[in-house]
């Protein structure tokens, strides 16, 4: 569903964009792209929780947490350089939006904080200093790779 709500929203007609229809294409490509993420963690739940979702309630066994919480930051890293390159490239139909951009600037920061404040603390000294210089040289892409596709300087 969240993927039959994107495509509707992608290609949206610009004929229709006065009034409610210049709405529809956002919305729906918000709905969905906020299912797709709270599915996405859910998945990630499902997969470490023990017995995997055996009747109605969420369980979490407290030795899988940090490698779930560890997925969870790196599916969130993915997800918010999928939202990137959503808005960093047009289509035929339509040219690039600052929206997902935006979006991915943010989800980029709370991962990043969940790394340093929840993250870390389960990893030994070593791993942690292996995972800051990581987390560093990620940082240093994500800010050539912001400067390249969304904070471009138009030429004058």
């Known amino acids: 569903m969240p993927t039959l709500a994107v495509g509707l929203a992608y290609f949206w007609p610009r004929s229709r964009s006065t009034g409610w229809g210049g709405r529809v294409p956002g919305t729906l490509a918000a709905a969905a792209l906020t299912q797709t993420f709270v599915w996405m963690n859910l998945e990630i739940s499902n997969h470490f929780a023990p017995g995997n979702f055996v009747g109605p309630f969420v369980s979490f066994a407290a030795d899988r947490l940090s490698a779930a919480n560890v997925n969870a930051s790196l599916a969130w890293g ?70 390249c596709f969304v904070f471009k300087k138009e030429p004058t």
């Open 78 to 147: 993915v997800f918010a350089l999928l939202l990137l390159g959503l808005g960093s490239f047009g289509s035929k139909t339509q040219a690039p939006s600052s929206a997902p951009c935006w979006a991915s600037l943010g989800l980029f920061a709370l991962a990043i904080g969940k790394v340093r404040l929840f993250d870390l603390r389960h990893l030994e000294s070593l791993w942690r200093v292996a995972s800051l210089v990581g987390l560093a040289a990620a940082r240093i892409l994500l800010s050539m790779l912001y400067q």
